[in-house]
């Protein structure tokens, strides 16, 4: 038995394969030329995978492209255009629009789009909807900023549409949740998960892609962040939140579950760090693919299985 199995007997090495054909998108595959590629929202769309992807262009500033493939893996038809761009008449996304996460609202019938708008005022969460990926709607700010990692549960609880995202209060980077009747009038904060102090997640934590409904709760990704004399690394955690209220952690792992390791995760713009905003499940299967930024150059894709991955949580508690 490996010493690492010894220490820690819940924590499968095999729980997430890094793809071998990783990193999928980069730079030099786009049709003009950018800095970076990374951070992409994911949809399944006419049986296809849709990345909306965050590009980096060589002012720094950032737009969204799509990225479609019929596997999720390979054969990437990355538009010759950006899909949303920052726009003059919208002042908060002066310097770009970045990190987009992406969920089906079933009450709607729309995808919402929750990103980062960038701007003198700070990083705001702005919310575009859009049913085709061609026009978008683009409804405001819920929060104040400094506001990121954001996204919206894909149907309302109890009547309220529901909200994860990570504002920077007193200089502490918290995950929180809120509540609204409308998408508009948001109420009802309240700090979701709180950096660990001492962990690896001890500096500051941010929401992953949206939340997965299953039946034991809602599953959620995020990213910890532990400043060490280097740099940042970011890794990947996981929770299980109640059905019925999200505001009750049932699981949190205690491990990361992803981190980087691989070269393209170390290579890049910011070394050590995993950046996951996008994430399709097959229902059938119990696949789970994971989009992440890696290194804040590309963008990589690791597979879960469903079942294990909620397994692990409840292991890893008793
Ligand atoms: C976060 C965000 C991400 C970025 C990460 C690592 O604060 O800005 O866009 O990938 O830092 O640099």
Redo the contacts with the bound molecule.
């Keep these: 038995m490996e010493a690492n199995s010894m220490l820690f007997p819940h924590l499968p090495r095999t729980l997430f394969q890094k793809y071998s054909g990783n990193p999928i998108l980069t730079p030099e595959m786009w049709p003009y030329p950018v800095n970076a590629v990374?951070?992409p929202g994911a949809v399944e769309m006419n049986g296809e995978t849709v990345l909306l992807v965050?590009v980096e262009d060589m002012r720094g500033f950032s737009h969204l492209t799509i990225a479609r493939s019929s596997d999720g893996y390979v054969n990437w038809q990355i538009d010759p255009q950006p899909v949303l761009v920052p726009e003059k008449k919208h002042q908060e996304e002066q310097w770009g629009i970045?990190?987009p996460r992406i969920v089906w609202l079933e009450d709607e019938h729309q995808y919402a789009i929750t990103y980062?708008s960038f701007s003198q005022g700070g990083?705001v969460v702005s919310v575009a909807l859009t049913q085709d990926f061609k026009t978008f709607h683009r409804i405001g700010s819920p929060m104040p900023p400094e506001d990121?990692?954001a996204s919206l549960f894909p149907r309302k609880i109890n009547g309220r549409y529901v909200l994860i995202h990570r504002p920077i209060i007193r200089g502490e980077a918290h995950i929180w949740i809120s509540f609204s009747p409308d998408l508009q009038y948001w109420g009802d904060h309240s700090v979701l998960l709180p950096v660990r102090p001492g962990w690896w997640d001890n500096h500051?934590v941010?929401l992953g892609p949206p939340p997965i409904e299953t039946e034991e709760g809602w599953l959620i990704f995020y990213?910890g962040?532990r400043k060490t004399a280097s740099g940042?690394l970011?890794r990947v955690g996981m929770a299980l939140l109640d059905l019925d209220d999200p505001r009750k952690i049932l699981y949190r792992s205690k491990h990361w579950v992803l981190g980087p390791h691989e070269p393209y995760e170390y290579i890049g713009?910011?070394p050590g760090?995993t950046?996951p905003t996008g994430v399709i499940v097959n229902r059938d299967s119990g696949e789970v693919r994971l989009y992440y930024?890696a290194a804040?150059k590309c963008v990589a894709v690791a597979t879960a299985n469903l079942s294990h991955l909620i397994a692990h949580l409840k292991e890893e508690k008793e």
Excluded: L
């Design positions: 990374f951070n965050r970045e990190d980062v990083p990121k990692d500051r941010g990213h962040v940042s970011y713009d910011v760090v950046f930024g804040d």
